[in-house]
């Protein structure tokens, strides 16, 4: 139930901020999903903004994927 909570939030993430111009892939939606619950857990209920910021906060110790989704959405 919290992976499928998390894989939510982030997809609504990466819909709300523009960080893609299409509605997420399943991959790019795993790309990031890990870094979420490791780095961002504690203000999932804060909002898809700060999600996003705690991300680019983190941004050094991502997964290259995710890395790779933020850069390549402009982010």
């Not at 795993?30 to 898809?48: E, H, N, P, S, Y």
């Amino acid at each position: 139930m919290q992976k499928a909570l998390l894989t939510l939030a982030l997809l609504f993430l990466l819909i709300s901020t523009g960080v893609l111009a299409h509605s997420g892939t399943e991959q790019e939606e795993k790309a990031c999903t890990r870094d979420v619950q490791r780095f961002c857990r504690k203000l999932m209920d804060q909002g898809d903004f700060t999600i996003l910021a705690c991300l680019k906060e983190n941004r050094p110790k991502l997964s290259p994927a995710c890395r790779y989704v933020l850069v390549s959405h402009g982010q």
